[in-house]
């Protein structure tokens, strides 16, 4: 047995240079594409809110065609948020108080989390029962979805 086996050599696979090289280019040309496609799905939203901001007002969203250059620059909307009154206040001061609340609302809501996050952290480090990794996932699973505060006028109205 023994002598058997030190008659099997094991020839190293040898791989030219060239070969190497371009394999090696082609995973980084396939990474930095799939990387850059991933850059414009991340990033295409926002050109696309910006580029929409600059539209006219009453601009007809409803056809079919994606416009991804603007027409021309139109900055009145930009205007009218400084400038336009509504009813008794301009719209700076309603600007201003809604950004206000979104920030009173979002502190609440990361403090409240945290505080039960603290809590159910400790309990599932220090103790263990049936059920525990379902509510690991179950209470870390909300930080994958946006909260909806974005609808603070909504919810809290603090004068």
């Known amino acids: 047995m023994r002598a058997s086996m030190q008659n099997t050599t094991v020839k190293p696979q040898v791989f030219s240079s060239k070969s190497w090289n371009a394999q090696k280019r082609m995973g980084q040309i396939l990474l930095y594409t799939l990387l850059g496609a991933f850059g414009i799905f991340i990033l295409f939203p926002f050109y696309y809110m910006i580029i929409s901001s600059l539209r006219p007002p009453f601009y007809n969203f409803d056809q079919l065609n994606l416009d991804l250059l603007p027409n021309g620059f139109n900055l009145s909307?930009?205007?009218?948020?400084f400038t336009k009154k509504i009813g008794f206040e301009t719209s700076i001061v309603a600007l201003t108080r809604g950004l206000f609340n979104t920030l009173i609302l979002e502190a609440a809501i990361v403090s409240v989390s945290t505080v039960l996050n603290v809590l159910a952290a400790y309990t599932f480090a220090k103790r263990?029962?049936?059920g525990k990794q379902f509510f690991i996932y179950l209470t870390s699973g909300d930080d994958y979805f946006a909260r909806r505060s974005d609808l603070s006028h909504e919810i809290c109205h603090v004068s």
């Open 77 to 81: 909307s930009y205007l009218a948020i």
């Open 128 to 130: 263990t029962f049936p």
